[in-house]
């Protein structure tokens, strides 16, 4: 059972039975993708988001029904008049990346920070209820 997936199919079937072809492609909802690295340790999984130049202020992530969406909104900035863009290459496109998340994943404690150009969330594994062995008493 895969406990993090992506548009209802796990990220194993998405890197290895969808790569290349999903390469640089869209979403079906039309954003852009950003590239994605999962890791998974016993205590979680580690999200790596490729987004260099962008500030964190523009990022929204959101938990709700079992569906871990991270977008990244552009909000334009107006140019002062005395200020003349002679060449402009940089760009960035609005996206939106959705994750489907299980019960073992504990939603509250998820954590995101940015550095480098990277987006880094911290999913944690809920613990597991742990069942003692019990002896059981013949009467």
Not at 9 to 29: H, K, Q, R, W, Y
Not at 120 to 130: A, F, G, R, T, Y
């Given at each position: 059972?895969?406990?993090?997936?992506?548009?209802?199919?796990?990220?194993?079937?998405?890197?290895?039975?969808?790569?290349?072809?999903?390469?640089?492609?869209?979403?079906?909802?039309?954003?852009?993708?950003?590239?994605?690295?999962?890791?998974?340790?016993?205590?979680?999984?580690?999200?790596?988001?490729?987004?260099?130049?962008?500030?964190?202020e523009d990022f929204?992530?959101?938990?709700?029904?079992?569906?871990?969406?991270?977008?990244?909104?552009?909000?334009?900035?107006?140019?002062?008049?005395?200020?003349?863009?002679?060449?402009?290459?940089?760009?960035?496109?609005?996206?939106?990346?959705?994750?489907?998340?299980?019960?073992?994943?504990?939603?509250?404690?998820?954590?995101?920070?940015?550095?480098?150009?990277?987006?880094?969330?911290?999913?944690?594994?809920?613990?597991?209820?742990?069942?003692?062995?019990?002896?059981?008493?013949?009467?």
């Amino acid at each position: 059972m895969s406990i993090l997936k992506q548009n209802n199919t796990s990220v194993f079937d998405e890197l290895f039975n969808a790569f290349p072809a999903n390469f640089g492609s869209s979403i079906p909802s039309g954003y852009p993708t950003a590239a994605v690295n999962i890791h998974e340790t016993a205590e979680s999984f580690h999200l790596e988001l490729n987004a260099p130049g962008r500030n964190k202020e523009d990022f929204a992530i959101n938990v709700d029904k079992g569906l871990l969406t991270i977008s990244y909104e552009k909000k334009e900035s107006t140019e002062e008049k005395a200020y003349k863009t002679i060449r402009k290459e940089f760009t960035y496109k609005s996206f939106k990346r959705s994750f489907s998340i299980d019960e073992n994943i504990n939603a509250d404690g998820i954590q995101a920070r940015y550095e480098n150009g990277v987006l880094k969330l911290l999913l944690p594994k809920k613990e597991e209820v742990k069942n003692a062995p019990k002896q059981i008493a013949i009467n």
